[in-house]
């Protein structure tokens, strides 16, 4: 009897891995912490540890089944964490501004507020996309066509994300839910694209009916030593029943391997209603036989809202296995006129107008 109470539960296990194994499932994730000194003109200085400083901290699983015939479906599942702190990350459920019926975010326990898909792709056709995932021209602010990407003191989120204006805070600059996205074929001598339709989900019969509603699209190409793209997207918001505003997002971003070195140039602009940012970043990704040295320098105009401001950002990630690195980051935003809008971390506001902020900070990434 005590056998037979066994078999169940061993054939059982082999049937669950037998089908993980098909499926191609994993765990995947990132830990990444650093410590982070800012100080700024006039004020004082914060010390603290801070995550996502080289790369976004996250847990994840991801599985991929083959259906035959080139055609295959997979899943994503993906949450932020704080590794200083255990809470998890926040996510929006429909793409609208705080306070604007949009659904609550969640930032204590985890939430997939990272990317939460599921997919059905072909070898001849491309893929088709259903969840919450990065909108198109997200990806020309990333480590492929920024030295930093959106992580660390020198990230492009500090000088090419939105700055909320007329009272609207934009929901999907970096993702969007609901969406429909659709992947060109990867087997197009070097060009690829990117489209997205992501829902409000509002009711028809309601002033803010389009509230939440994104468009966007990234075409670009990549052969060789050469990589570029151009992307653009439009989000629709409604604040009240007489005033609509779009949040515009454009960009183009080239890079050019040259031996060790990658030169990279990234202009992009921010539109929301009569406000404009536009930000133009030089920069370089240089391969050392121990890591790699990283600069860029920014230079923002703002329009109608926040104020000008250039950003200089130098780092070094030092490789000690394929999975471990150690890293070191150090930048300066310079706010001009009388603006103090920008600062090279959160936390730790410019006082002084016109004022400076500066930091540094070490740390280590390891990844599974």
Not at 96 to 113: D, F, K, N, R, V
Not at 213 to 241: E, V
Not at 296 to 304: E, H, I, M, R, S
Request: hydrophobic content about 35%; charged content about 10%.
């Amino acid at each position: 009897m005590h056998m037979k109470s066994k078999i169940p539960f061993v054939l059982s296990f082999i049937c669950a891995a037998t089908a993980a194994q098909a499926q191609n499932v994993e765990v995947f994730g990132v830990l990444d912490l650093a410590i982070l000194h800012t100080s700024v003109t006039g004020g004082a200085s914060v010390d603290s540890l801070s995550t996502d400083s080289n790369t976004s901290s996250r847990i994840g699983f991801r599985g991929k089944e083959d259906l035959g015939n080139g055609m295959s479906a997979s899943f994503w599942l993906e949450a932020a964490i704080s590794p200083d702190t255990g809470l998890g990350g926040s996510t929006n459920g429909n793409n609208q501004t705080s306070g604007q019926g949009s659904s609550p975010a969640g930032t204590q326990a985890l939430t997939w507020g990272r990317r939460s898909t599921v997919s059905l792709s072909g070898n001849a056709w491309g893929e088709v996309r259903l969840g919450r995932d990065y909108v198109p021209a997200f990806n020309n602010l990333t480590v492929a066509m920024h030295p930093f990407g959106t992580n660390g003191l020198g990230n492009a989120g500090q000088m090419f994300y939105p700055v909320a204006a007329n009272g609207i805070t934009a929901r999907t600059n970096v993702r969007a839910s609901n969406s429909i996205g659709y992947f060109l074929p990867s087997d197009m001598g070097g060009f690829n694209g990117h489209f997205m339709y992501a829902l409000g989900e509002n009711t028809s019969d309601v002033y803010n009916a389009n509230d939440g509603k994104h468009m966007g699209f990234r075409l670009g190409y990549k052969n060789g030593p050469w990589n570029m793209a151009i992307a653009s997207g439009t989000t629709q918001y409604t604040t009240t029943a007489k005033l609509a505003s779009d949040y515009v997002q454009s960009n183009f971003a080239i890079n050019y391997q040259w031996g060790p070195a990658k030169l990279m140039f990234l202009t992009n602009e921010n539109k929301l209603g009569a406000t404009k940012i536009k930000s133009d970043m030089v920069g370089t990704q240089y391969d050392v036989p121990t890591g790699q040295v990283r600069f860029a320098y920014t230079q923002l105009t703002a329009t109608g809202v926040a104020n000008d401001a250039t950003q200089v950002a130098v780092g070094y990630v030092h490789d000690l296995s394929k999975r471990t690195a150690l890293f070191t980051n150090y930048s300066v935003v310079n706010n001009k006129g009388t603006g103090k809008q920008f600062t090279v971390g959160s936390g730790n506001s410019v006082t002084t107008p016109g004022g400076t902020s500066t930091g540094y900070e070490f740390g280590i990434r390891h990844s599974f």
